[in-house]
């Protein structure tokens, strides 16, 4: 018996095993291979969600919640009491005290715990799930920068060679006497001004080509293309209208608020049974110095007089009432950003049809001047002009493209359909 006990107590332990931390990096690329073929928007949300290093931890972190359900859902421990008493005097025995008691409130608020437990890890999974959701559409955000960001840089390279080619023959003639100073230094300027803004656009390429190789976890050398993008799936209004209905049942985080919110209601309903007396019962044996055997029952009883239940039933009160608040304000917001964002799609759209509309004659207009510029037949200043407004159009195509892309990803996300579902079939933007 004296054997056996102590091997009971120690038969649920486990044995302690070092977990040394990692030395080098672990980039996806090295591990699974860097995409040899370029990647859709789908593609890149699926990479990032999968191999992003602030998800793997974040997934980590969650399941710490699923643990903590796991042990409320188990019975509170009895606590065993044990005394020994060795006399001092002979002719006496040994005493000792053997005990066995449980917290019967504990018992009492034991569902209400495990209930509010298991709400607090659905909202750990729920939170992750949209992590996951944000992070697919940050990745998103960044490819579709990337893809119209390059596609503006080799526009510029163009309209830039042009343009110095324009500044060699106003230099040529300019030595030669045939032309004004302020002719060939509104040449020069012209082409500083493209030089200038084919730099911006170099500059917004590379910073978002590099931070999306670290949200995928790519090595940094690796080389990343974009499929080219078409126009986006066109969001309509009645699309919209049944997005916002069915968004509270679909949309991680605000599942996870409810899921919070169930979690402090059961944190109320604690509360409010704590503020019964807590009673401990347990049983006893014993036997005295006289070699008395006795068996009894204990009963320790808390007593609330001084207000502290109520207290604390104020303040879980108090907290329903701000997550409740709270969860009001997330679908307010959400409906009001998603008609804001809606309207800007629809103004995009109207916008990028005018210019496709008015962008073949502009180019057409653009070549027929270049071949009379050649044959002497049109002045420097009206060539220039032309080929500067065919530039400042097609790069503004360019600018309403990528950001009518970036808010149907957006769109998408806040109506609970993420970019990964906005190219299904069954996507609800696709309805």
Same mark, same amino acid.
């Given at each position: 018996m004296r054997v056996a006990l102590p091997l009971l107590l120690l038969g649920g332990c486990q044995s302690y095993e070092a977990v040394p931390l990692p030395e080098a990096p672990d980039f996806a690329s090295a591990r699974v291979g860097a995409p040899t073929k370029p990647l859709s928007l789908v593609e890149v949300a699926t990479l990032a969600v999968r191999e992003n290093p602030a998800l793997v931890a974040s997934r980590a972190k969650a399941n710490i919640a699923s643990a903590q359900a796991f042990a409320a859902g188990l019975l509170p421990d009895p606590q065993l009491n044990a005394n020994l008493e060795h006399p001092t005097q002979s002719g006496h025995s040994e005493g000792y005290l053997l005990g066995l008691s449980e917290d019967l409130q504990a018992l009492i608020i034991q569902p209400s715990r495990e209930a509010a437990a298991r709400a607090a890890a659905d909202q750990a999974k729920l939170n992750e799930l949209w992590h996951e959701w944000q992070t697919a559409e940050k990745a998103s955000f960044l490819a579709i920068q990337k893809s119209f960001s390059?596609?503006?840089?080799?526009?510029?390279?163009?309209?830039?060679?042009?343009? $110095?080619?324009?500044? =060699?023959?106003?230099?040529?003639?300019?030595?030669?006497?045939?032309?004004?100073?302020?002719? %060939?230094?509104?040449?020069?300027?012209?082409?500083?001004?493209?030089?200038?803004?084919?730099?911006?656009?170099?500059?917004?390429?590379?910073?978002?080509?590099? +931070?999306?190789?670290?949200?995928?976890?790519?090595?940094?050398?690796?080389?990343?293309?974009?499929?080219?993008?078409?126009?986006?799936?066109?969001?309509?209004?009645?699309?919209?209208?049944?997005?916002?209905?069915?968004?509270?049942?679909?949309?991680?985080?605000?599942?996870?608020?409810?899921?919070?919110?169930?979690?402090?209601? =059961?944190?109320?309903?604690?509360?409010?049974?704590?503020?019964?007396?807590?009673?401990?019962?347990?049983?006893?044996?014993?036997?005295?110095?006289?070699?008395?055997?006795?068996?009894?029952?204990?009963?320790?009883? +808390?007593?609330? *007089?001084?207000? +502290?239940?109520?207290?604390?039933?104020? *303040?879980?009160? %108090?907290?329903?009432?701000?997550?409740?608040?709270?969860?009001?304000?997330?679908?307010?917001?959400?409906?009001?950003?998603? $008609?804001?964002? $809606?309207?800007?799609?629809?103004?995009?759209?109207?916008?990028?049809?005018?210019?496709?509309?008015?962008?073949?004659?502009?180019?057409?207009?653009?070549?027929?001047?270049?071949q009379a510029h050649t044959n002497g037949d049109l002045d420097p200043a009206t060539y220039l002009l032309l080929q500067i407004s065919l530039q400042t159009r097609e790069s503004e195509l360019l600018d309403r493209k990528a950001a009518l892309w970036s808010d149907t990803v957006a769109l998408g996300t806040l109506l609970a359909a993420p970019i990964p579902t906005l190219e299904s079939e069954n996507s609800p933007l696709r309805r």
């Open positions: 390059e596609r503006k840089v080799k526009l510029l390279e163009n309209s830039g060679g042009v343009l $110095w080619n324009e500044v =060699e023959r106003s230099d040529r003639a300019l030595a030669a006497g045939n032309s004004t100073v302020e002719a %060939a230094g509104t040449d020069l300027a012209a082409a500083l001004d493209i030089e200038s803004q084919h730099a911006t656009a170099a500059g917004e390429a590379l910073a978002s080509d590099i +931070n999306l190789k670290q949200l995928l976890n790519l090595d940094p050398a690796t080389h990343l293309v974009i499929a080219d993008l078409p126009d986006p799936p066109e969001v309509t209004r009645d699309n919209v209208m049944d997005g916002l209905k069915n968004v509270v049942k679909t949309r991680p985080d605000l599942l996870a608020l409810q899921a919070g919110y169930r979690s402090q209601e =059961e944190a109320v309903r604690q509360s409010i049974l704590k503020q019964f007396p807590a009673i401990t019962f347990g049983f006893d044996r014993a036997a005295d110095a006289e070699n008395v055997h006795t068996i009894g029952l204990s009963v320790a009883v +808390n007593l609330p *007089i001084f207000g +502290n239940a109520q207290a604390a039933i104020r *303040i879980q009160d %108090a907290t329903r009432a701000q997550l409740r608040a709270e969860y009001q304000a997330r679908l307010d917001s959400t409906t009001a950003d998603a $008609w804001r964002i $809606w309207q800007q799609t629809q103004l995009l759209r109207k916008q990028i049809a005018l210019l496709e509309q008015k962008l073949p004659a502009f180019r057409n207009a653009a070549k027929v001047s270049a």
